[in-house]
């Protein structure tokens, strides 16, 4: 479990795949993610535990469920480690009404800290799709670095590419 002054980030757990559910029911919610809704509640509990929590079994990281102090969920935030490219990204998804609040951004410091700090990791990644401008102002206010995009540009589904080093972190 990690805390913030606001909030509380704890690993998934099967209880919370009616969240996930609500969360991705939201098409704006989605819109930049490239991930599709879940059908249902099952398909987030089968996430939960093919994904989730054997990301945190396998490599001691992964996608924290995000909570305000009160209990309510407002979305996740957390690292992903990927075995193919041996690289660890940093992802966040918040309900709209939680949104231009500073949340991403105070629950992506905690989680760079614990991957840099904890996990004594050399490099965090992250990718946004060009036009989802929240999400690139948050990397940008973490100090990660503009690095490319990961295709083409004039590709809908160009992805850019930011990261950023132990050594920088917290600028
Ligand atoms: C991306 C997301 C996590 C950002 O969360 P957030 O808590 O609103 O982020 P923050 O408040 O920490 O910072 C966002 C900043 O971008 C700004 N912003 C957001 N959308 C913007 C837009 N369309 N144009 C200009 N600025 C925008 C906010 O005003 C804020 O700026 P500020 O720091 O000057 O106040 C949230 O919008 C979200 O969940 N989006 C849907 C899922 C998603 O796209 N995830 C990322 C996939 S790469």
Redesign the pocket.
């Given at each position: 479990m990690l805390e913030t002054t606001r909030l509380i980030l704890k690993p998934a757990t099967i209880e919370d795949a009616e969240n996930l559910f609500k969360l991705n029911s939201d098409p704006?919610?989605?819109?930049?993610?490239?991930d599709q809704k879940f059908q249902s509640t099952l398909e987030a509990q089968k996430i939960i535990n093919e994904n989730l929590i054997p990301q945190f079994d396998n490599y001691q990281m992964g996608r924290f469920m995000i909570f305000l102090k009160d209990g309510t969920f407002i979305?996740w935030?957390g690292l992903k480690y990927f075995p193919e490219t041996d690289e660890v990204d940093l992802?966040?998804?918040?309900?709209?009404s939680?949104?231009?609040?500073?949340?991403?951004?105070?629950?992506?410091k905690v989680c760079l800290d614990y991957g840099f700090n904890y996990l004594n990791l050399k490099r965090i990644i992250?990718?946004?799709?060009p036009e989802?401008?929240?999400?690139?102002?948050?990397m940008q206010?973490l100090g990660m670095t503009f690095r490319g995009y990961l295709r083409d540009p004039t590709d809908p589904q160009a992805?850019i590419l930011y990261d950023i080093f132990k050594s920088e972190e917290h600028p």
């Open positions: 704006e919610v989605m819109r930049y993610t490239g979305g935030c992802g966040y998804r918040l309900k709209r939680f949104w231009g609040k500073g949340f991403a951004t105070e629950a992506s992250g990718k946004a799709m989802n401008i929240g999400s690139i102002k948050v206010k992805f």
